[in-house]
């Protein structure tokens, strides 16, 4: 899923993921089918809606302060 989305929005790369280890970023989260996705491991399948098309695959950019 991220190599696509890398590959249509290039100005992605390297925001969502490391570029050399390709490790998500600290503070982005993956969520579907109402499901924190951030700790699946990168070839983890994608739920069946959200590969249908019946449910979005949300990135989310988390902010932390004090």
Known sequence: MLDALEARYPVL????????????????RFFACEEDLSHEPPDALLP????????????????AGG
């Open 13 to 28: 790369r390297g925001t969502i993921r490391d570029h050399a280890t390709r490790k998500r970023r600290p503070f982005v």
């Open 48 to 63: 069946d809606a959200v590969v249908a098309g019946a449910e979005p695959f949300v990135v989310v950019g988390a902010m």
